[in-house]
């Protein structure tokens, strides 16, 4: 039902309707926002990222195929526009602990905030095109078929990088470990 009100409201936006782009940012503001938090740590950069995310949509939304998931599409971008933040900055950038919302979830409670700290340095420190994955499959809890569209790869090429992954994930946590 969702992807057909997408749908609709890509229509209804293509006609000149700007209150349904309104609608589709509101219902995407929080996950592109909360999957440019996850990508890069940094709030105010989230924020740049989602801001430059919907407007990108918006002039390039003659560009969207409807035979696509137009999240799958919108996230795309986000990833994009994420990944060019990360490569202007430094390698290994600190991270802060917080959670998306700014106030300690569940898993962290549970995990300890030094298991917590441990990960999300770690993933800090794999490549960007890893932790994309990582983000994208665990954080975002997208479909393999799903990524494959986001990342414009195919499905085994998605499954194979996300092995690799969270073989480089456990490797910096056993090397955290051992420190």
Excluded at 141 to 156: F, G, T
Aim: proline share 4%; net charge negative; aromatic share 8%.
């Amino acid at each position: 039902m969702k992807e057909d009100d997408d749908r609709t409201l890509v229509r209804r936006c293509r006609q000149g309707d700007q209150a349904a782009f309104g609608q589709l940012v509101t219902r995407y503001q929080r996950p592109v926002f909360n999957a440019a938090l996850r990508l890069l740590r940094e709030p105010e950069e989230a924020k740049d990222v989602a801001q430059t995310t919907f407007l990108k949509a918006f002039e390039h939304l003659a560009d969207y195929d409807p035979r696509f998931k137009f999240y799958s599409w919108l996230y795309r971008i986000a990833v994009n526009e994420s990944l060019d933040v990360l490569h202007a900055r430094k390698p290994f950038e600190q991270i802060s602990a917080e959670e998306t919302d700014g106030t300690p979830g569940p898993e962290l409670q549970l995990e300890g905030e030094q298991m917590g700290r441990a990960i999300e340095s770690a993933l800090m420190r794999i490549s960007p095109e890893l932790r994309t994955v990582i983000v994208l499959r665990h954080f975002m809890h997208l479909s393999y078929q799903d990524m494959a569209d986001i990342l414009m790869l195919p499905e085994k090429t998605v499954k194979s990088r996300l092995y690799s992954a969270r073989q480089s994930l456990r490797d910096q946590l056993v090397q955290y470990a051992t420190t």
